[in-house]
Protein backbone atom coordinates (compact mmCIF):
# COMPACT_ATOMS: atom_id res chain seq x y z
CA UNK A 1 0.00 0.00 0.00
CA UNK A 2 1.40 3.35 -1.06
CA UNK A 3 2.03 6.26 1.18
CA UNK A 4 -0.93 8.24 -0.71
CA UNK A 5 -3.30 5.61 -0.07
CA UNK A 6 -2.67 5.35 3.22
CA UNK A 7 -3.41 8.98 3.60
CA UNK A 8 -6.70 8.96 1.79
CA UNK A 9 -7.56 5.78 4.81
CA UNK A 10 -6.39 7.84 7.40
CA UNK A 11 -7.91 10.93 6.27
CA UNK A 12 -11.42 9.03 6.30
CA UNK A 13 -11.08 7.53 9.87
CA UNK A 14 -10.58 11.26 10.70
CA UNK A 15 -13.46 12.14 9.07
CA UNK A 16 -15.85 10.26 11.33
CA UNK A 17 -14.12 11.37 14.83
CA UNK A 18 -15.77 14.28 17.17
CA UNK A 19 -14.58 16.40 20.11
CA UNK A 20 -15.96 18.16 22.84
CA UNK A 21 -14.72 20.30 25.36
CA UNK A 22 -12.32 21.92 25.92
CA UNK A 23 -11.41 21.16 22.73
CA UNK A 24 -13.11 24.09 20.70
CA UNK A 25 -11.22 23.86 17.10
CA UNK A 26 -10.06 20.52 15.07
CA UNK A 27 -7.60 21.08 12.15
CA UNK A 28 -6.91 18.94 9.65
CA UNK A 29 -4.12 19.55 7.20
CA UNK A 30 -4.27 16.67 5.61
CA UNK A 31 -7.62 18.15 3.83
CA UNK A 32 -6.71 21.59 2.99
CA UNK A 33 -3.12 21.21 2.88
CA UNK A 34 -3.20 18.18 1.04
CA UNK A 35 -1.41 19.51 -2.13
CA UNK A 36 1.73 19.92 -0.50
CA UNK A 37 1.54 16.86 2.02
CA UNK A 38 0.94 14.65 -1.51
CA UNK A 39 3.89 16.34 -3.16
CA UNK A 40 6.30 15.34 -0.01
CA UNK A 41 5.40 12.04 0.01
CA UNK A 42 5.40 11.77 -4.05
CA UNK A 43 9.01 13.12 -3.67
CA UNK A 44 10.39 11.64 -0.56
CA UNK A 45 8.24 8.78 0.30
CA UNK A 46 8.15 6.22 -2.79
CA UNK A 47 10.98 4.03 -1.09
CA UNK A 48 11.99 2.05 2.15
CA UNK A 49 14.61 3.38 4.15
CA UNK A 50 16.20 2.90 7.42
CA UNK A 51 14.68 5.03 9.97
CA UNK A 52 11.18 6.78 9.97
CA UNK A 53 11.19 9.71 13.15
CA UNK A 54 7.73 9.78 14.02
CA UNK A 55 6.28 13.41 15.40
CA UNK A 56 3.54 13.64 17.93
CA UNK A 57 0.86 16.19 15.70
CA UNK A 58 1.08 19.33 13.76
CA UNK A 59 2.52 23.07 15.32
CA UNK A 60 0.10 25.48 14.89
CA UNK A 61 3.13 27.51 12.40
CA UNK A 62 4.53 24.45 11.33
CA UNK A 63 2.62 21.16 9.85
CA UNK A 64 -0.68 23.22 10.40
CA UNK A 65 0.37 26.35 7.77
CA UNK A 66 2.29 23.80 4.90
CA UNK A 67 0.85 20.45 5.30
CA UNK A 68 4.56 18.50 6.22
CA UNK A 69 5.48 17.05 9.57
CA UNK A 70 7.68 19.68 11.24
CA UNK A 71 6.71 21.87 8.99
CA UNK A 72 8.66 25.04 8.93
CA UNK A 73 8.16 27.30 5.89
CA UNK A 74 11.64 27.81 4.83
CA UNK A 75 12.77 23.96 5.51
CA UNK A 76 9.62 23.46 3.17
CA UNK A 77 9.83 25.46 0.74
CA UNK A 78 13.63 26.56 -0.12
CA UNK A 79 15.55 23.06 1.60
CA UNK A 80 12.41 20.70 0.43
CA UNK A 81 11.49 22.45 -2.13
CA UNK A 82 7.45 22.03 -2.04
CA UNK A 83 5.27 24.59 -2.61
CA UNK A 84 1.46 24.19 -2.61
CA UNK A 85 -1.72 25.79 -2.48
CA UNK A 86 -3.37 25.74 0.90
CA UNK A 87 -6.94 26.65 1.99
CA UNK A 88 -8.08 26.81 5.45
CA UNK A 89 -9.80 24.36 8.33
CA UNK A 90 -13.68 24.74 8.48
CA UNK A 91 -13.42 26.75 11.49
CA UNK A 92 -10.07 28.64 12.62
CA UNK A 93 -9.52 30.15 15.43
CA UNK A 94 -8.71 33.40 14.74
CA UNK A 95 -5.44 33.24 17.17
CA UNK A 96 -4.23 30.56 15.09
CA UNK A 97 -4.50 31.71 11.31
CA UNK A 98 -3.41 29.67 8.52
CA UNK A 99 -2.10 31.57 5.34
CA UNK A 100 0.23 28.79 4.51
CA UNK A 101 3.27 30.04 2.77
CA UNK A 102 2.62 33.42 3.56
CA UNK A 103 2.74 32.23 7.41
CA UNK A 104 5.30 34.79 8.64
CA UNK A 105 5.71 32.95 11.83
CA UNK A 106 8.35 29.96 12.56
CA UNK A 107 8.33 26.80 14.13
CA UNK A 108 11.07 26.45 16.44
CA UNK A 109 10.79 22.63 16.28
CA UNK A 110 10.88 22.91 12.86
CA UNK A 111 13.79 24.62 12.69
CA UNK A 112 15.64 22.79 15.04
CA UNK A 113 14.69 19.02 13.15
CA UNK A 114 14.90 20.29 9.84
CA UNK A 115 18.35 22.58 10.01
CA UNK A 116 19.79 19.73 12.00
CA UNK A 117 19.00 17.67 8.41
CA UNK A 118 20.01 19.85 6.26
CA UNK A 119 23.37 20.72 8.27
CA UNK A 120 24.23 16.91 8.87
CA UNK A 121 23.34 15.99 5.14
CA UNK A 122 23.05 18.94 3.14
CA UNK A 123 21.05 17.91 0.47
CA UNK A 124 17.13 17.52 1.40
CA UNK A 125 17.59 14.16 -0.87
CA UNK A 126 20.65 12.78 0.77
CA UNK A 127 18.46 13.30 4.12
CA UNK A 128 15.58 11.55 2.83
CA UNK A 129 17.89 8.62 1.67
CA UNK A 130 18.41 7.19 5.19
CA UNK A 131 15.02 8.84 6.99
CA UNK A 132 11.55 9.81 6.60
CA UNK A 133 9.21 12.08 8.89
CA UNK A 134 5.36 11.35 9.72
CA UNK A 135 3.35 12.33 12.71
CA UNK A 136 1.44 10.13 14.94
CA UNK A 137 -1.80 12.10 14.22
CA UNK A 138 -2.23 14.71 11.55
CA UNK A 139 -4.73 16.69 14.12
CA UNK A 140 -3.90 20.19 15.60
CA UNK A 141 -6.65 20.70 18.74
CA UNK A 142 -7.33 24.35 19.72
CA UNK A 143 -8.91 25.94 23.17
CA UNK A 144 -11.40 28.24 23.10
CA UNK A 145 -8.40 30.56 24.20
CA UNK A 146 -6.20 29.29 21.36
CA UNK A 147 -3.94 27.43 23.23
CA UNK A 148 -2.86 24.23 21.92
CA UNK A 149 -3.73 20.72 23.58
CA UNK A 150 -1.77 18.00 22.62
CA UNK A 151 -3.58 14.35 21.46
CA UNK A 152 -2.38 12.69 25.37
CA UNK A 153 -4.34 15.23 27.17
CA UNK A 154 -7.81 14.52 25.47
CA UNK A 155 -10.23 12.46 27.48
CA UNK A 156 -10.46 8.72 26.81
CA UNK A 157 -13.76 8.58 25.18
CA UNK A 158 -12.13 10.53 22.48
CA UNK A 159 -8.74 9.57 22.35
CA UNK A 160 -9.57 5.63 22.19
CA UNK A 161 -11.04 5.75 18.82
CA UNK A 162 -8.33 8.72 17.75
CA UNK A 163 -5.39 6.37 18.77
CA UNK A 164 -6.63 3.60 16.89
CA UNK A 165 -6.88 5.23 13.69
CA UNK A 166 -3.65 6.69 14.05
CA UNK A 167 -2.31 3.61 15.41
CA UNK A 168 -3.23 1.59 12.29
CA UNK A 169 -2.41 4.55 9.76
CA UNK A 170 1.38 4.42 11.37
CA UNK A 171 1.24 0.67 11.21
CA UNK A 172 0.75 0.29 7.74
CA UNK A 173 3.64 2.86 7.12
CA UNK A 174 5.77 1.30 8.72
CA UNK A 175 5.31 -1.79 6.79
CA UNK A 176 5.74 0.10 3.68
CA UNK A 177 8.67 1.89 4.46
CA UNK A 178 10.41 -1.11 6.09
CA UNK A 179 12.92 0.64 8.13
CA UNK A 180 15.21 -0.96 10.59
CA UNK A 181 14.52 2.02 13.11
CA UNK A 182 11.40 3.63 14.38
CA UNK A 183 12.62 6.61 16.21
CA UNK A 184 9.75 9.09 18.10
CA UNK A 185 10.37 12.46 18.51
CA UNK A 186 9.48 12.86 22.43
CA UNK A 187 7.87 10.21 24.83
CA UNK A 188 4.51 10.39 22.88
CA UNK A 189 5.44 9.54 19.80
CA UNK A 190 7.48 6.92 21.33
CA UNK A 191 4.60 4.81 23.36
CA UNK A 192 2.29 5.49 20.98
CA UNK A 193 4.89 3.81 18.09
CA UNK A 194 5.48 0.71 20.69
CA UNK A 195 1.91 0.46 21.00
CA UNK A 196 1.02 0.25 17.16
CA UNK A 197 3.61 -1.16 16.21
CA UNK A 198 3.83 -4.71 18.19
CA UNK A 199 4.60 -8.05 16.51
CA UNK A 200 6.65 -6.06 13.67
CA UNK A 201 10.32 -6.76 13.65
CA UNK A 202 11.54 -3.36 13.83
CA UNK A 203 13.39 -1.93 17.01
CA UNK A 204 11.37 1.70 18.23
CA UNK A 205 13.17 4.42 20.30
CA UNK A 206 12.80 7.87 21.66
CA UNK A 207 14.53 11.29 20.96
CA UNK A 208 14.63 14.63 22.71
CA UNK A 209 11.83 16.46 21.55
CA UNK A 210 13.44 19.68 20.18
CA UNK A 211 10.18 21.97 21.54
CA UNK A 212 11.42 25.21 22.95
CA UNK A 213 8.60 24.49 26.09
CA UNK A 214 11.40 21.07 26.77
CA UNK A 215 14.60 22.52 28.58
CA UNK A 216 16.36 20.27 27.80
CA UNK A 217 16.36 21.29 24.32
CA UNK A 218 16.97 24.25 25.02
CA UNK A 219 20.94 23.46 26.18
CA UNK A 220 21.68 21.84 22.73
CA UNK A 221 19.25 19.87 20.71
CA UNK A 222 21.35 18.51 17.98
CA UNK A 223 24.16 17.47 20.82
CA UNK A 224 21.21 15.44 22.41
CA UNK A 225 19.66 13.54 18.96
CA UNK A 226 23.65 12.66 17.87
CA UNK A 227 24.14 11.21 21.24
CA UNK A 228 20.58 9.40 21.02
CA UNK A 229 20.53 8.24 17.77
CA UNK A 230 24.08 6.97 18.27
CA UNK A 231 22.71 4.72 21.05
CA UNK A 232 20.25 2.82 18.77
CA UNK A 233 22.97 1.90 16.76
CA UNK A 234 21.96 4.74 14.42
CA UNK A 235 24.78 7.24 12.77
CA UNK A 236 24.38 10.20 11.24
Given at each position: MSLEQITVELAAGLARLSFGP?????YNPLDYARAPYREYLRRFGRRPRPAVLVGMNPGPWGMAQTGVP???IGAVRD????????????????KRPVTGFACTRREVSGQRLWGWARKKFGAAEDFFERFFVVNYCPLLFIT???????????RAA?????????DRALR????????????GIGRFAAERARRALGGLNVFVGAVTH????????????????????KSMGIEV
Open positions: PVAHVFGEWMGIQGPVGAPARPHPQSGANLTPDKLEATPLFAVCRTIETLAPAHVVPSPANPRANRGWEALIAGEL
